[in-house]
């Protein structure tokens, strides 16, 4: 089945480790995001791309980084994890242009200790 | 810097109708996009208006004034499926379109 498959579902990272969130789409889409949602607070975007090769900040990049080296894959990087990350992640794809659906994976749920 | 509201939760029966709406503020606007989110789950879209009027798709219809920031969607013969949270979004003009921000979500509870 077509669409976005996230990577691990779920995890517990101890504080300053480091962990790489993994996002593949196989409908060919430019654009990818990736999401935090935490409760009451909505999803807040954290990087995004437009199409591979670029990458481009959201609302709350900090304490991230993304890379988009192809159009499938694109991972998002937590460096040195700190408790505030714990959250759930949500990657999403779309087509370009106006109104077009973002695509959303089943999330990560990352607790970090 | 950009900014949605919709009202926190909202409760109907089966068979009804309910509106959710969404005021925003932004630097620019390319449109306004609404999702649906089950608990649990992952958002999935319903729908987009990028100009004035309603836009109607099965038993959901979505409304925009861009004069007023004023959107809504409207849900028609409410099941118990469409219990849900639903998400009001926009897209800013600057990062070149692509910033998209999201409203803090309503959460819909239909009861029998």
């Known amino acids: 089945t077509a669409g976005i498959t996230q990577a691990p579902t779920s995890q517990i990272l101890a504080a300053g480790r480091s962990m790489t969130l993994r996002c593949t789409q196989d409908m060919r889409h430019n654009a990818m995001y990736w999401y935090r949602q935490d409760l009451g607070l909505g999803l807040r975007l954290i990087h995004y791309?437009?199409?591979?090769?670029?990458?481009g900040k959201g609302e709350v990049p900090d304490g991230y980084s993304v890379s988009r080296a192809n159009t499938d894959d694109f991972p998002l990087t937590l460096a040195s994890a700190v408790p505030s990350q714990t959250s759930v992640y949500f990657c999403?794809?779309?087509?370009?242009?106006?109104?077009?659906?973002?695509?959303f994976g089943d999330g990560t749920r990352l607790s970090i200790l | 810097g950009q900014s949605l509201e919709q009202p926190s939760e909202v409760t109907a029966v089966e068979g009804a109708i309910v509106q959710i709406n969404c005021t925003y503020q932004?630097?620019?606007?390319?449109?306004l996009s609404w999702y649906q989110q089950h608990d649990g789950g992952a958002p999935t879209f319903l729908s987009y208006?990028?100009?004035?009027g309603l836009e109607e798709t099965g038993r959901f219809s979505s409304f925009l004034s861009r004069s007023d920031s004023y959107g809504y969607l409207l849900l028609q013969e409410l099941q118990m499926k469409d219990s849900a949270s639903y998400f009001c979004a926009v897209r800013d003009a600057g990062n070149y379109g692509q910033n998209f921000v999201f409203g803090p979500g309503t959460r819909l509870s239909v009861l029998p």
């Open positions: 932004t630097s620019g606007f390319y449109g």
């Open positions: 999403a794809s779309s087509e370009s242009g106006e109104g077009q659906p973002q695509h």
């Open positions: 208006n990028g100009l004035d």
């Open positions: 791309s437009n199409t591979a090769g670029t990458t």
